[in-house]
């Protein structure tokens, strides 16, 4: 039987070598290497795999949610590596609780799915005018974040049952009524300080350094003064704006987007309202539910007694941050802006009226009406502008997926050049010159030159050496790139002769910063046996934990943990780094007044919560080792 391989063992090898070639040709070594290098796994739980591909996306989604959350955020401290690890923890803790929910058989039902999607105020403003859901706007509203219903839910899902894992661990917690009272003795603990600051600027000019001493710092520290290493390089961008600079809506589009979304909604009737909430999780038991069913029935009747201290009460009594301090004032709203419960009250009352106790979602609300209106429709023509500019982001997105495809396939495909890609989208083929750490100087102010995923797919060796457009690289909010490096620049040691200054000015920083150190630990020497002169230390300044009165960190928290011995002062020495050392001297503080019972009662339940969350993290830990959970990456 063998005989037939045998003997045809030419015939065959060349089968398998025109099976193999072409797939080098098409996809080339470095293909390879990269899908082996994206598939490489990066940490295991149990028998299960996180790949560096699922790492990268899980970082991107990351970045892109801290950054919709704080917009004036600098990308660049997301891109750490600190920050990256941090991803990876927290993928591989999702992954640990995922099997302990499965193997507890922990679900969530619909109802609590409901409950948590409706939390969310842009899928809850997404309600249609008679309670139910705008589906396509809220498909639409995930497709623009590349998902579908059924793959958000699910998340949803699963994520209800992670919680659930440590939830009751957390909410297990009990704190002794001694252990409390040491941990708030502890923490609201106040210090008098008075301290000397030993600057090295006060000694810089009492610094000598000879020419020798200088060219001996520059050989030691020659790395320190080197030439950046920089990279001319060629990049192209596809967004949502230039997808829907190259899409014209028709004069029907916008006349049925303005019939639907301008017109009819804006003679639909809008009302005011201000509210006082309680907060009630849809899984609370009977005992809970009663008691905030009686604070809330006493508040009803205090503000049926007296209307006038409706925003009074919601300031004081009202557990919703986002109007408490506006006396509950919710604004205008249409039908189909809130919860349906919250809705059919506010649209059931009266101006001026209160509503009874309306349980939702979110706990128990009493709701004011303050005012009722119905505005006229905004016309046609003022409107175009606004209403083209939404349609065609509206468009973009739907067309993004394909454009995305497109553009991946023709930077991979004619690798040494970006203008075809740009030509076939109309994008604009940018140029820069950057380095490790960002844009070089004189480069354009443009922000994607900080993007970390940017300057990882410029500054490695197959980009620098080979020259060749990255594969698509996306950064999140509906943006894709690409780069190509025309020039590369590596970092050279710098002549003596051009830095000699430098060097000087930081040896000298060096030495004074020695000197002032030394005079503050003579200063420690002779202070603890003989009180200094009152000019020596600043005034006395009373801190604690909370109110630091300016003082550095490293200060503060050496003031804090100083032992003392009565009344007697403790003297504390504290190195501020670049900015030269200090002299302490740390007194007990007045003991705080005694709170009254209501905040004892807050302090011990934040006291109890901090316990659970480590009890919880206590827990995590020993089911990290019961699934075998390791991060394979250093």
């Known amino acids: 039987m063998f005989d037939v391989f045998r003997n045809n063992m030419k015939v065959l090898m060349a089968l398998l070598m025109l099976l193999i070639i072409p797939s080098f040709i098409f996809f080339g070594i470095e293909g390879y290497t990269r899908f082996r290098d994206q598939s490489e796994p990066v940490a295991r739980v149990g028998g299960e795999r996180i790949t560096r591909t699922e790492w990268e996306a899980a970082h991107r989604r990351e970045v892109e949610r801290l950054a919709a959350a704080m917009p004036g955020l600098d990308r660049t401290l997301l891109e750490s590596e600190d920050s990256r690890r941090a991803t990876l923890e927290r993928l591989v803790t999702e992954r640990v609780l995922a099997r302990a929910a499965q193997d507890m058989r922990l679900v969530a039902t619909d109802r609590r799915l409901a409950a948590e999607l409706l939390r969310d105020p842009t899928i809850a403003s997404l309600r249609k005018s008679d309670g139910s859901l705008d589906v396509q706007r809220y498909q639409d509203l995930l497709r623009a974040q590349g998902l579908t219903a059924e793959q958000f839910e699910a998340g949803v899902r699963a994520e209800l049952a992670r919680r659930e894992v440590t939830q009751v661990v957390a909410d297990s917690a009990f704190l002794a009524k001694a252990s409390a009272d040491l941990a708030t003795e502890a923490f609201f603990e106040q210090r008098e300080v008075a301290l000397a600051v030993f600057r090295p600027s006060d000694h810089a000019a009492s610094v000598q350094v000879s020419d020798a001493d200088v060219k001996a710092y520059y050989e030691e520290h020659a790395d320190a003064f080197r030439t950046p290493e920089q990279a001319q390089i060629e990049y192209l961008v596809l967004d949502l704006d230039a997808v829907a600079a190259r899409i014209s809506p028709s004069e029907a589009d916008l006349r049925d987007y303005y019939r639907q979304n301008v017109a009819d909604t804006s003679r639909a009737e809008q009302r005011r309202a201000s509210h006082i909430l309680l907060l009630l999780e849809p899984g609370a038991s009977p005992d809970v539910k009663a008691r905030v069913r009686a604070e809330a029935d006493q508040i009803l009747a205090e503000v049926r007694k007296d209307p006038k201290r409706f925003a009074e009460l919601a300031k004081t009594r009202s557990q919703d941050p986002g109007s408490a301090a506006k006396g509950g004032d919710l604004g205008w709203f249409s039908r189909g802006a809130m919860v349906k419960p919250f809705e059919d009250a506010v649209f059931g009352l009266q101006k001026g009226q209160i509503s009874d106790v309306v349980e939702t979602e979110f706990g128990l609300h009493i709701i004011q009406l303050t005012d009722v209106r119905r505005p006229d429709a905004e016309p046609f023509e003022k409107a175009r502008p606004r209403i083209e ?15 995305a495809e497109r553009f991946s396939n023709l930077v991979y495909e004619q690798s040494d050049t970006l203008a075809p890609a740009a030509q076939a989208l109309g994008l604009t083929v940018r140029k820069a010159t950057v380095e490790r750490t960002g844009p070089a100087a004189g480069a354009p102010a443009d922000p994607l030159l900080r993007e970390p995923a940017l300057l990882r797919a410029v500054f490695n060796d197959e980009a620098l050496s080979q020259k060749r457009n990255s594969p698509a690289i996306e950064l999140g909010g ?32 060096q030495r004074a910063r020695e000197v002032a150190v030394g005079a503050a630990r003579s200063a420690l020497a002779q202070w603890s046996t003989q009180a200094p002169a009152a000019s020596a230390l600043r005034s006395p300044v009373l801190i604690s934990r909370q109110q630091t009165q300016g003082l550095p960190v490293a200060a503060v928290r050496a003031a804090m943990s100083a032992r003392l011995d009565g009344d007697a002062p403790a003297w504390v020495l504290v190195d501020l780094g670049a900015d030269g050392a200090a002299v302490l001297r740390v007194r007990r503080g007045a003991a705080r007044d005694t709170p009254d019972a209501a905040r ?15 009890e919880s993290q ?10 075998k959970a390791d991060i394979l990456v250093k």
């Open 600 to 614: 004892l009662r807050n302090e011990r339940q934040e006291l109890a919560r901090l316990l659970g969350e480590g």
């Open 618 to 627: 206590a827990y995590l830990a020993a089911l990290r080792q019961r699934y």
């Open 389 to 403: 500019a939404e349609l065609r982001r509206q468009l973009a997105q739907r067309q993004f997926a394909e454009d």
């Open 478 to 509: 509906n943006r894709l790139l690409s780069v190509r490096v025309v020039e590369h620049r590596p970092s050279e040691r710098r002549p003596f002769e051009a830095v000699a200054s430098q060097v000087r000015e930081r040896l000298v920083q």
